[in-house]
């Protein structure tokens, strides 16, 4: 079992910067891919990221590809997400998951967190 705990939601103006924060515990070691996805109303669950947590290699959406930037820090074992010049587009609840490898669709990710709003005014 591997618990995810996201934080550093909230409000923010267009062109404007959060971070978001997702801590792992538990039986960690069974995941080594990391990813944050995102769900806005109405629509379905769209992956946003991913790393590997022993290499560092990531992968991005195109829609967020220059503006976000995902990092780990395994001696925390907490992954981040920076997000910058966000758009209105970019409101959501964004999720942050777990599995044993990297991949842009939610079904190999075993964990997920409880998510994390993050609404950007236009």
């Known amino acids: 079992q591997v618990d995810l705990v996201e934080s550093g939601g909230g409000l923010v103006q267009a062109g404007g910067s959060l971070s978001l924060s997702c801590a792992a515990s538990?039986?960690?070691?069974?995941?080594?891919?990391m990813a944050w996805f995102r769900q806005a109303p109405g629509k379905e669950r769209e992956f946003v990221a991913a790393?590997?947590?022993?290499?560092?290699?990531?992968i991005y959406a195109d829609s967020v590809k220059g503006r976000f930037t995902i990092s780990r820090d395994n001696a925390k074992n907490t992954v981040y997400l920076q997000m910058n010049s966000l758009k209105p587009e970019d409101t959501a609840v964004y999720y942050c998951?777990?599995?044993?490898?990297?991949?842009?669709?939610?079904?190999?990710?075993?964990?997920w967190g409880q998510g994390t709003q993050v609404t950007v005014s236009s």
């Open positions: 998951a777990a599995g044993p490898l990297i991949a842009t669709n939610p079904h190999p990710y075993d964990y």
């Open positions: 538990g039986r960690t070691s069974s995941s080594n891919a």
């Open positions: 790393i590997v947590w022993s290499s560092g290699n990531t």
